[in-house]
């Protein structure tokens, strides 16, 4: 049966990836028209900015017939195709230097799977102190599909921005946005992977409510600052309509080498959880990036999380308040094989020490609601979703092939599409808690992944 869905997974993957790039191909010949290019011109003149990507994937997990691949996520439907991510945006880039003010701004849409991972969910269902119930955000997170259990609708980035030519120059954002923090991130064309770290997935937020400052202190500093609301998270994945009067903070600097080869980042986020809670929030990464050889890279990420006085209900405590941490330590290595082909390592160990920050499936506990007074997930049922106190390890390989460039298509648009296959390994071990096993009744297992990012 897990071939079967091996098979109609790949063939879908095919079909769509075809359809897709004829409806591309067919729109480019249709912008030489008068229409086409009195739009583009309207947009040269307003410096205004449309673009996007289509990416979507599937993965072949032999321990599941059907169903999640456990606690990993984005990735998460088992043996199936997925359209992870149609995103569109527009904006107004703003010009980063020289002695003149400028202004701009940005708004991402975002359809498919990945979307209930990009919305503002930072004010849960229930609160993470008492276990109340309390109403979520109303930002993005029901906007349509919920009949459909996995596709969705987000809108991770609204956000006004400004530089100020002050100093070396000051960038303001005031709005919605991804966080600056850690390395990974949601946007597919960012990432080498298909699949992503459960540091990202759960580790640090996704996007942030407030505003943001960036001033680069010198040729080899920069700085960065803000503050966040919106959240009932300390400030992660806040919206616009709830915990307004929950304030915290970001802040972090990012170092160079003059010759641009070693980077080190520093940030993090602090504040009190929620308007309910005092309790503190707060977390802080560290990203080391050096560049071995012109074709070699290493990356270095850690992360530690603290919440305090959280109610815990998993596999080792029932109704207990106490602090909670998580933390964890990632590896990177990048290598290009050619001009269009690289390979890529990648090994995590990820600790969920109070069993509070990684709920599998992940999608079923996300999509958890309060509708009159009874909590519902549109994602399955609530009742699947497990937790426990254990440490994560995965480990990943794969390939990203410019696969345009490399056979030389002539047609522009395919130019930058990448078609990734990888290799997934993972394994937990309960953490002083009984034995888990998250993955369909196992400690372990195996994905194979292909997947294609395709912007335009």
Not at 313 to 323: A, G, P, Q
Request: proline share 4%; with cysteine; glycine share 10%.
């Amino acid at each position: 049966m897990r071939y079967y869905f091996l098979k109609n997974a790949m063939w879908r993957f095919f079909v769509i990836a075809s359809t897709l790039i004829f409806i591309v191909h067919s729109n480019i010949a249709y912008s030489n028209n008068l229409s086409a290019n009195t739009f583009q011109n309207l947009l040269t003149r307003g410096r205004l900015e449309f673009g996007g990507w289509i990416h979507g994937g599937a993965t072949a997990n032999p321990s599941q017939s059907s169903g999640f691949n456990g606690p990993v996520i984005f990735a998460d439907q088992a043996n199936q195709f997925q359209l992870n991510q149609f995103n569109l945006f527009i904006q107004r880039p703003v010009r980063m230097e020289g002695n003149t003010f400028d202004w701009g701004g940005r708004f991402d849409f975002m359809f498919g799977t990945d979307a209930i991972y990009t919305q503002a969910f930072g004010v849960p269902t229930f609160d993470v102190n008492t276990g109340e119930l309390i109403k979520r955000s109303n930002w993005d997170l029901d906007l349509c599909c919920a009949s459909t259990k996995t596709y969705g609708i987000a809108l991770p980035q609204t956000y006004l921005e400004t530089y100020l030519p002050i100093g070396n120059g000051l960038n303001m954002k005031i709005g919605h946005f991804y966080t600056p923090t850690g390395y990974e991130t949601v946007p597919a064309p960012d990432n080498f992977f298909y699949t992503r770290a459960y540091t990202l997935n759960v580790g640090e937020p996704f996007t942030h409510t407030g505003m943001l400052a960036n001033y680069q202190a010198s040729k080899n500093w920069s700085i960065l600052a803000g503050t966040l609301t919106g959240s009932a998270n300390g400030g992660w994945d806040g919206g616009w309509d709830k915990q307004l009067g929950n304030w915290g903070g970001l802040a972090g600097f990012t170092w160079n080498s003059d010759n641009r080869n070693t980077s080190f980042h520093f940030s993090g986020t602090y504040g009190e959880t929620s308007t309910r809670s005092s309790e503190a929030w707060a977390f802080y990464n560290i990203v080391l990036q050096h560049r071995i050889t012109p074709r070699t890279q290493l990356v270095l990420h850690h992360v530690y999380g603290h919440a305090g006085g959280v109610l815990l209900n998993n596999l080792k405590y029932s109704n207990v308040i106490k602090d909670a941490e998580w933390m964890s330590a990632v590896v990177h290595l990048y290598y290009d094989l050619t001009d269009h082909v690289s390979v890529g390592f990648r090994g995590e160990w990820y600790r969920d020490e109070a069993g509070f920050r990684n709920p599998s499936p992940f999608r079923i506990a996300a999509a958890a609601n309060n509708v009159n007074g009874t909590v519902v997930s549109y994602a399955g049922n609530l009742n699947s979703v497990t937790v426990t106190p254990a440490d994560y390890y995965a480990a990943t390989v794969g390939l990203n092939w410019k696969v345009a460039k490399t056979m030389r298509l002539k047609w522009d648009f395919l130019k930058k599409l990448t078609v990734r296959p990888n290799i997934r390994y993972d394994r937990v071990d309960a953490y002083r808690a009984p034995a888990y096993r998250p993955f369909a009744g196992n400690k372990d297992q195996i994905l194979f992944s292909l997947d294609f990012v395709l912007p335009f």
